[in-house]
DNA sequence: CTGAAAGCGCTTACAG
DNA sequence: CTGAAAGCGCTTACAG
């Protein structure tokens, strides 16, 4: 019983053709919605298709228009934060469209990469986004130069890329960060970066001195931390920052990981959030609103940047021209309850 | 500058044989490594390949043989938890055999389920991995009807199902966590099950009752709730749990989600974990490490999950019959700091 | 060892 | 409005 259901046979468009009477051409015109089948014609071959469930065969298709349907996302290393909001984005646009997602990470391996290079040439993507950071973007390059539309997702690091990019208002968020945490009432503010390296890390950087200058706060650079974007930095980091002679009141994480890592920090040291430190993060990955307390942080539009990406590249795909090489998307605050006025006591180290 | 590099223009087999002055037959028998090729013009034809660094057209072999390269993929919603872990371990596989993977989310949507199916059906796929909790299992069926291969990953929720299920030693798993919990010490443990119409819940939940019959402690119905395996289902349980005259020193959250929950809950209440209250949860999703105190839970070896799944996905697509329709994976104890004995003070609430 | 030829299932000028 | 035919780039019997 179990193996009963053989073969329900796939039928090919010649089937169809021969059964309803006409040719495959006409056929592949209501197919494909073409002008140039009589009504009758078409209303009796639509209704043939559909009883035997026909759909048409990919390959052959592909074959022939040179299109496979498919859209290649690299990630570098599945994460679960940031990657998730990006590729719930693309799916939406391309459920639309009818693309399908394929994803490949890459792990930082050369070999999977160059591998996966070969894999791709063979013309079976109609397009590649790339998510960033992506340190050997000569990916990049290699795919322009066999013609594959490209798009890269995140915060480049050069000024101009030879490729479309699409980010979010880095700077606008770290100056955001930091004139919410001022206009609480904090005065001593610490920055966990990231590295310093990275355009994106100087970006949020940028923007907390600004924020503080405007409020004619003087940048102590005793309260700047480098990090490297993971949760480990921001534990480091957090007992740097405890050790402190006149510790901060409030910290910002640089990211929504290193933000967990000061919680834990400041869990060890029994220092509560918000009500002897403030905490805030940047990205508003998914986990932050389920942190304890939930992380009030900088909401990059991952889905909208991932919604972005997807409608660019298939505007590249159709050989439109885009408007501009670069775009970003704005991002906000959320509020949620990480940060509070300045504690009044002292902290119990 | 920018707009250099045109057309590095696709070779085709024609082309390369033509070049080597032989015929489409012997460079694809040197392409596919088949026998029936003289050495020296299997050499020369290799060379003539590296050179132009010719790929095959996928669709073209796709066509011929019947075989896509593609495996598919269904979860229902990407959550960056649970799908995650089982993402990296079919990667890893897929990227040994070849295959690309591509990725699809329901939502839950009928209509995108639907057409997801149609778009399947031009076996554009060659098997497709089933990401449960999967209600709408039927799909499963469907598949099976168009003889696509097709595994189920996850805990089933029927005894027996007609195709392949992958899962892991859940009852095991409810019984070791709270083996553990009591060796800690631990008299009233609270527990906040999934929905107790899922086979997978109950399994936890008699798992629970077993280490504490084994225990000869009194199963006390009051401490037992039920949830969704969402996040707001724990803080609520937890509250709930407090309320009770005699609160338990620990609870089992039945999975991370719930646990974050339960975290929060008791972070508004000021109960510190683990030194007031004991939390351990379900699964071992990839955030579980992040939280403060970082969460000691029941790790279900999803990255392995992942992998059996596809290795066996790809024996069923080769024609190998398999040795059992259902395999279990162990689950174990991650220790981390989310537990200790039980408090000896009563709670400050 | 080597190659000519058919054919996978479509789409697309082109002719009628 | 309708259809015959070529062709997309491969692989695979089959013949030599």
Not at 306 to 313: H, Y
Request: with cysteine.
């Amino acid at each position: 019983m179990l193996l009963a259901q053989r073969q329900s046979k796939r039928l090919t468009i010649t089937q169809i053709a021969k059964e309803a009477g006409v040719s495959t051409t006409t056929v592949s015109k209501v197919l494909n919605q073409l002008p140039g089948v009589g009504e009758q014609t078409r209303a009796r071959i639509q209704a043939m298709i559909e009883q035997h469930d026909y759909v048409q065969n990919h390959a052959a298709r592909h074959l022939r228009k040179g299109q496979s349907g498919l859209i290649d996302l690299v990630i570098m290393r599945l994460e679960g934060g940031y990657d998730i909001g990006i590729m719930k984005g693309v799916q939406e646009v391309l459920e639309e469209s009818g693309h399908r997602l394929v994803i490949s990470t890459t792990n930082e391996d050369e070999d999977i990469e160059r591998r996966w290079l070969r894999r791709i040439q063979d013309q079976a993507t109609d397009g590649v986004l790339l998510l960033l950071p992506y340190e050997r973007i000569g990916i990049a390059d290699t795919l322009m130069a066999h013609n594959i539309p490209v798009i890269a997702i995140g915060d480049r690091n050069e000024p101009t890329t030879a490729y479309p990019t699409i980010g979010s208002t880095i700077w606008l968020g770290g100056y955001t960060a930091t004139e919410y945490l001022i206009s609480l009432g904090h005065r001593r503010i610490g920055i966990i970066t990231g590295p310093l390296h990275l355009t994106t890390s100087r970006a949020r950087l940028a923007g907390y001195r600004e924020a503080l200058e405007r409020a004619n706060i003087p940048v102590d650079p005793t309260l700047i931390c480098e990090g490297n974007y993971l949760l480990g930095d921001g534990v480091q980091q957090t007992f740097a920052l405890l050790k402190h002679p006149d510790p901060p009141t409030a910290i910002f994480a640089g990211n929504d990981a290193q933000a967990a890592g000061v919680y834990q920090a400041l869990y060890q040291h029994n220092i509560r959030i918000p009500d002897l430190m403030s905490v805030i993060g940047f990205d508003d990955v998914t986990y932050a609103a389920q942190m304890s307390p939930p992380l009030t942080t900088i909401h990059q539009p991952l889905v909208e940047m991932g919604k972005m990406a997807a409608n660019l590249l298939l505007r590249l795909i159709a050989g439109q021209t885009l408007e501009s090489n670069h775009v970003e998307l704005s991002t906000s605050l959320v509020l949620r309850t990480s940060c509070a006025p300045p504690r009044q006591e002292s902290l119990p180290i």
